[in-house]
């Protein structure tokens, strides 16, 4: 295969790098899930750094069964292999009800039964109704106190993001009514444990960071850096999702799905990297990784 790049490939100085990949089980892995995953593990190996991968595996109702050894498999058919052991998050119970309990010893969270009917009601943004009114456990959320949030941060590819101030002024959730823990919770949590040092992943994640980095920062932990990916849409404009049907990936044409996802991601592929493996695509994609080819969002949703 050719080695033709123009440049160098932009890589990050700090050392180590510890990047990660994060699907739910949902359903199998699709073309977008594929360039979010191509995308991270690109950054991870080309500032030779680790790249895990994490089962975000706390919401049942949500959950198909047998799709987390679909994606699993996917991942080692497409050469994608990660580093150090699985982590699933139906197994960190403890860790984030020791978080869950810190906070509470704190005073940094606490009980709410407001339903999203009656937020819409009162603007659309949760105003801290609850936060005075010390409540009980039973049939109630538990909110994060929120007193310093963050409504702009600077994303590693898309630049400076503003976040509407009554949405970063949110007491968020922590843990859900029915029990359940929160994805706030549980991500920063695991990323923390882990200590990873840069989140890659596709911009419709955007609009909690801000969240997440305000959470870091109460936990006394340093947030890592963001870098949110551009999004594979349906003709429609509709980004690709298992809630849209997304088709999953073609496993018989996995160095063409590969070069597509690269090439979707900018990387100027040569045409003969389709008569290559895929361990060979993926060396190609790593030697020549260039950031700053891959395309901002023209328009950032902010919810």
């Not at 799905?257 to 592929?269: H, N, P, S, T, W």
Request: charged share 25%.
């Amino acid at each position: 295969m050719s080695d033709n790049a123009e440049s160098q490939p932009l890589i990050k100085t700090a050392a180590p790098y510890r990047g990660r990949f994060a699907p739910s089980p949902s359903g199998p892995l699709h073309f977008g899930s594929l360039v979010a995953a191509v995308g991270s593990y690109m950054q991870a190996r080309a500032n030779r750094g680790q790249w895990l991968v994490r089962i975000e595996n706390i919401d049942p109702p949500r959950e198909m069964p047998g799709a987390t050894d679909i994606i699993l498999r996917q991942l080692e058919l497409f050469g994608l292999h990660w580093d150090e052991s699985l982590l699933y998050q139906s197994d960190r119970s403890q860790a984030y009800d020791e978080t869950l309990q810190r906070l509470a010893d704190a005073g940094l969270s606490y009980h709410c039964n407001c339903t999203r009917k009656s937020i819409m009601a009162r603007g659309g943004y949760y105003s801290g109704h609850c936060r005075k009114r010390d409540l009980g456990p039973d049939n109630t959320a538990l909110r994060f106190v929120n007193h310093h949030p963050v409504a702009e941060f600077d994303d590693q590819l898309q630049g400076k993001i503003i976040l509407p101030s009554d949405f970063a002024n949110e007491d968020f959730i922590i843990r859900r009514r029915d029990g359940l823990y929160a994805y706030q919770l549980a991500v920063v949590v695991d990323d923390i444990d882990t200590g990873i040092t840069e989140v890659v992943r596709g911009a419709d994640l955007i609009t909690p960071t801000g969240r997440q980095i305000a959470f870091f920062n109460a936990l006394g932990s340093t947030a890592p850096d963001y870098l949110h990916l551009p999004l594979a849409t349906h003709a429609d404009g509709h980004k690709l999702s298992k809630q849209t049907h997304a088709p999953a990936l073609r496993e018989d044409q996995r160095v063409l799905e590969l070069i597509d996802a690269l090439r979707f991601l900018g990387q100027k592929v040569p045409n003969e990297c389709q008569d290559g493996s895929v361990d060979e695509v993926l060396q190609w994609g790593v030697a020549h990784w260039q950031l700053d080819q891959v395309a901002k969002c023209e328009k950032i949703a902010i919810d």
